[in-house]
């Protein structure tokens, strides 16, 4: 018998663990998986140790760092831990979820936990950018512009 599935909804919190021992904070804004069969997430310019996690509770717009679709599997399968649950982080990179789903999430592109957890190391030089053949697809196709980043 396999592993059950860990439930998420749109508000949850979660860990991604990093190369450092120390812990990148994400929130599912919409839960897109019966639409395109990925969450859209939000990940934050926080790091934090495990005894911190349990104190998340002010979450900003100004701190996203990334709004993205991903697969659900790391979540799922609990190896991003899931912390608590908060009110939704308001932000104007919503829409771009909303307006991938207007057009059938045609050009989307959806992201796996492993990636995501090296983009974000890369982003925190914990990961040599050499790693990455296109490093555009670190700094253009996953963050959220400095320009844009409040809303």
């Known amino acids: 018998m396999g592993k059950r599935k860990i439930k ?3 508000g949850d919190v979660f860990l991604v663990p990093s190369r450092d021992g120390k812990f990148f904070v994400g929130q599912i804004i919409v839960d897109g998986d019966s639409d395109i069969g990925a969450l ?3 990940f934050f310019d926080l790091k934090v140790t495990i005894d911190e996690a349990q104190n998340i509770s002010d979450l900003s717009s100004e701190k996203i760092i990334s709004a993205i679709l991903i697969t659900p599997e790391m979540i799922q399968r609990g190896y991003w831990t899931i912390t ?3 009110p939704v982080v308001q932000s104007v990179h919503e829409k771009l979820y909303w307006r991938l789903k207007e057009n ?3 050009g ?3 992201n796996g936990g492993g990636l995501i957890a090296d983009k974000l190391d890369t982003y925190y030089g914990l990961l ?3 790693y990455w053949a296109r490093l555009d697809m670190v ?3 996953f963050l959220v512009p400095p320009e844009k980043r409040q809303s």
């Open 128 to 130: 040599e950018e050499s």
């Open 40 to 42: 859209f997430c939000y």
């Open 139 to 141: 700094y253009e196709a």
């Open 84 to 86: 608590v649950n908060c």
């Open 104 to 106: 059938n999430f045609v």
């Open 8 to 10: 998420y909804s749109e």
């Open 108 to 110: 989307s592109r959806v």
